[in-house]
């Protein structure tokens, strides 16, 4: 009888605790609204004129290298600019998040949860559309906006192509929760199988290299496993990066095999059961009797990574309700936990490398077949870093987040082009793009603050008895949702 | 019970953590249908015992046999295949997964036309756990966490069932509910149970046969009424408890 005595005073304190905790944020913040108005200008001011000070040099000045030493120029409208956005932004910020009792970006926050818990279909309607708008968009485009529907129609080949490969890197890091900071190192792979067979071996087209080279991807992914088998969490994210770089050096240096930094050219484009997109008597416009366009390669080049990409969808969708799927997904929640149950995780841990990797190939070859180039540079850490932003913004395991996170980040950066507005003013040699790195930080860092699960965080259960039931990511603390 | 034929036998079992002994030469048997509770206080070294049978960490020195096979060397994934299941320390469910898919995890290993048959017997046992079928595990109270980590252990329909410390941290109500369960699945289907406790009196009561564990070493082993008067159990593991 003693024993269990002693326990109830740690069951007890538990909620109390929980209640203390959660009641001081609010006393804090109802005390810091009082400052009203006058307070949030006087701070905006300030903030203000230290924009001011601190930019005086920065912004105002500009010293340009002349003959016979620097030149310099003052910037004056530049200056109040951006010291009026300063004052802009922190009054803003002021009336509506630091000092007020209902900060807007908690109701955004809540707004964006409750909006998906509140229309249980959305989620699937959400998917619908978009897989509607998907299927479309070549017909829209090249009806409404025939005057750029290249330009178009390229873009959204590469979202597709952020998508798709979103979408595999979401099997290894979503479902089996392995960091993985090289996955470009398989759509190197991926890219760089296809070029050499074809440029190496005549009859191999796009089609036939597209299992091979999903095949040597998955192979490599299986290499990659083995050493990494015992890691997890930072040890595996470093060695992942270590890999991926080991694959972009040895395609820069080794010269006679991949070309070295010329890469390949000369990359043959997809034909279609073995007709070709061009203009001669044996392509395909001529073979069906339509006249040929060159736009025509470019919906032809959309609808194949689109069914990529779906079927990259497909699969991973199928396989969440497999077993191997769910032990991904139990591997991600509590390894051990898994071995006791009698999961070979070694196994299962490589069927996911191998798996993420193969779609990685797949979108490889993708890429040097539209590009019909290729050269280590493609295959940065950075395009790494993209494609994770990509699933970690979008919601670790979501498939719609990952959509989503990929138009808004890869749309967004092309965006930029177009901001010619700015120009005038912040001079004529502003541009944007050169910025974009900074917006992309920008955008993952005020996502995380709003939403730190990602933009999709809702994990929509994979096995049902009767009915579905939702769980939002805000009651995922123990003791809540009852 | 004591003409039973064994289910697990551990034999003279040495396990370190690099250099550092943990178990210095376990000796116990685990019979066919009988609850075997282990206690000792904390780093006593109850839980390596459990995870050197469960094969990691692996015994250095010793034999454990299970059902006729010697397990010392296995992986653990390939003896919980035999008809071995574990509800580990601290429960270790999946908080992210549904308590189905929980359940859904424990059933990986068998042919899935036993599965409703399995659920239902969980189900019987834990009526709780049906009502919060859709719920994520994580959300769950320390209790309703523990009925999921032993109703997922038994979805596999194993022979012999480890469990490590059930009372971890729950409630004298919801310890007595697990404790009568487990009672219930020795009475009506025969499982044999293998549990490693703090909780010395309750452990001991529910228990056909005790082992008290010191510092890597069995001290006394003997039926669980035995132990429970023994002078030195009482002083050291229920008296001193009672504050």
Redesign the interface.
């Known amino acids: ?8 005073p ?2 007890v304190q538990k909620p109390m605790g929980a209640q203390g905790r959660a009641a001081a944020p609010g006393g804090a913040r109802s005390g810091a609204g009082e400052g009203g108005l006058a307070g949030s200008l006087r701070d905006a001011a300030l903030a203000a004129f230290l924009a001011g000070v601190l930019g005086f040099f920065f912004i105002g000045l500009r010293a340009d290298i002349a003959p016979g030493g620097l030149d310099l120029r003052a910037r004056w409208g530049a200056w109040i600019v951006s010291i009026l956005v300063v004052f802009v932004g922190r009054l803003a910020l002021n009336l509506f998040v630091f000092r007020t009792s209902k900060p807007v970006t908690k109701t955004i926050g809540a707004r964006l949860t409750g909006l998906s818990d509140a229309v249980p279909g959305l989620g699937k309607w959400l998917t619908r559309a978009l897989l509607v708008f998907a299927l479309v968009l070549p017909f829209v485009v090249t009806t409404f906006f025939s005057s750029r529907d290249r330009q178009i129609i390229d873009l959204a080949i590469l979202i597709m192509t952020y998508v798709m490969l979103g979408w595999g890197l979401n099997i290894v890091v979503g479902l089996a929760g392995l960091l993985d900071l090289g996955y470009v190192a398989f759509y190197a792979v991926g890219a760089y199988s296809f070029a050499l067979l074809a440029t190496h071996f005549e009859f191999i087209g796009f089609w036939t290299a597209l299992p091979l080279a999903g095949l040597l991807a998955a192979m490599w992914g299986i290499i990659l496993g083995f050493p990494v088998l015992r890691l997890r969490g930072d040890y595996l994210a470093i060695v992942t990066l270590a890999f991926g770089e080991i694959i972009r050096v040895v395609l820069l240096n080794w010269y006679e095999f991949t070309g070295g930094p010329n890469g390949i050219s000369g990359i043959p484009k997809p034909t279609f059961f073995g007709l070709e997109l061009s203009r001669g008597d044996d392509g395909m416009a001529a073979f069906f009797g339509f006249e040929y366009d060159p736009i025509q390669r470019f919906i032809y080049l959309y609808y194949i990574i689109l069914l990529l990409a779906l079927i990259t969808n497909l699969v991973t969708i199928r396989l969440r309700k497999l ?1 191997i799927g ?2 991904w ?2 591997m991600r ?2 390894e ?10 070694r196994n299962t841990k490589l069927t996911a490398f191998a798996i993420g990797a193969m779609f990685g190939g797949f979108a490889g070859s993708f890429f040097a077949t539209r590009q019909g180039f290729i050269s280590p540079e493609s295959f940065t850490f950075l395009e790494s870093a993209i494609i994770l932003a990509i699933v970690v913004l979008g919601g670790l395991g979501s498939q719609i987040g990952v959509v989503v996170a990929a138009v808004v980040m890869i749309g967004g950066m092309e965006l930029l082009r177009n901001l010619d507005f700015l120009t005038y003013i912040f001079g004529p040699d502003f541009d944007p793009v050169r910025y974009r790195m900074l917006i992309f930080g920008l955008a993952m860092v005020f996502i995380m603050v709003w939403k730190p699960r990602g933009l999709v965080a809702t ?1 929509e ?5 009767k ?3 939702r ?1 939002g990511a805000d ?8 | 019970m004591s003409e039973a034929e064994t289910l697990l036998s551990v034999s003279g079992v040495e396990t370190y953590y690099g250099k550092i002994v943990a178990l210095r030469g376990v000796d116990l048997e685990v019979r066919r249908g009988e609850i075997v509770a282990m206690i000792g206080a904390n780093g006593a070294g109850k839980s390596t015992l459990m995870m050197t049978i469960c094969g990691s960490p692996q015994a250095r020195r010793g034999r454990i046999v299970y059902d006729g096979t010697d397990i010392t060397q296995m992986p653990t994934h390939e003896i919980m295949r035999l008809g071995i299941a574990q509800s580990p320390e601290g429960r270790r469910i999946f908080p992210r997964m549904t308590v189905m898919e929980n359940l859904q995890m424990g059933a990986a290993l068998i042919d899935p036309k036993y599965f409703e048959d399995n659920l239902k017997r969980v189900f019987d046992l834990f009526p709780r756990l049906k009502e919060r079928l859709h719920q994520r595990g994580g959300t769950l109270s320390g209790g309703e966490q523990q009925m999921l980590a032993i109703g997922r252990a038994l979805m596999s329909r194993p022979k012999l069932l480890l469990l490590d410390e059930p009372s971890l941290g729950l409630a004298p109500l919801v310890v007595k509910q697990i404790f009568d369960a487990i009672r219930e699945l020795n009475e009506n289907e025969g499982l044999t149970v293998f549990l490693v406790e703090q909780n010395a009196f309750h452990a001991l009561k529910l228990a056909h046969r005790g082992y008290v564990m010191v510092n890597g070493n069995i001290t006394m082993s003997g039926t669980g009424m035995e132990l429970l008067k023994r002078e030195e159990v009482r002083a050291a593991y229920l008296e001193g408890g009672r504050h």
């Open positions: 009888m003693a024993s269990p005595e002693a326990s109830i740690a069951s077993p769910r032990a997904e139990a929640e509590d051990i936990a898994c071995r006791s149950l009698g999961i070979n995780t994990r259960p994979s096995a049902v008895l009915e579905k039931k769980i009651m995922v603390a123990q003791g809540e949702g009852h």
